[in-house]
């Protein structure tokens, strides 16, 4: 019984750790990036199945840097700094979670 009850809180603690690493991504996503892309976090999202977004942040995320540098001229600097890289993995579980084939969708401030 106690391992079944220690299993179900450390799932539960798994859990809101995930979440909380997309509302952060959402909140830079909100901070730094929507005010150099123009469209809110659920349009970027979007753009991507699950598996592709992993594709873009592997590797530093050398893929969607070079995409999005190259769609949004004016991020380029952003994104080849050192903040971006702390809040990639962050970015990654925003845009994961909200994905194309994701099923779900942020609320109205992304």
């Known amino acids: 019984m106690m391992k079944k009850i220690t299993i179900a809180v450390a799932a539960l603690m798994l859990s809101f750790n995930a979440l909380a ?8 996503y909100l901070k730094y990036m929507k005010p150099l892309f123009g469209y809110n976090g659920d349009v970027l999202a979007q753009q ?22 190259q769609k949004h001229p004016e991020a380029a600097e952003f994104l080849n700094s050192e903040t ?7 970015l990654q579980d925003f845009v994961m979670k909200y994905a194309a ?9 992304s």
């Open 21 to 28: 690493d997309a509302e952060k991504g959402q909140s830079y």
């Open 48 to 69: 991507h199945l699950q598996v592709e977004w992993k594709s873009y942040f592997r590797k530093d995320a050398k893929k969607f840097i070079k995409k999005y540098s």
């Open 84 to 90: 971006f890289q702390k809040i990639a993995p962050h």
């Open 101 to 109: 084939d994701s099923g779900e969708l942020p609320d109205c401030n």
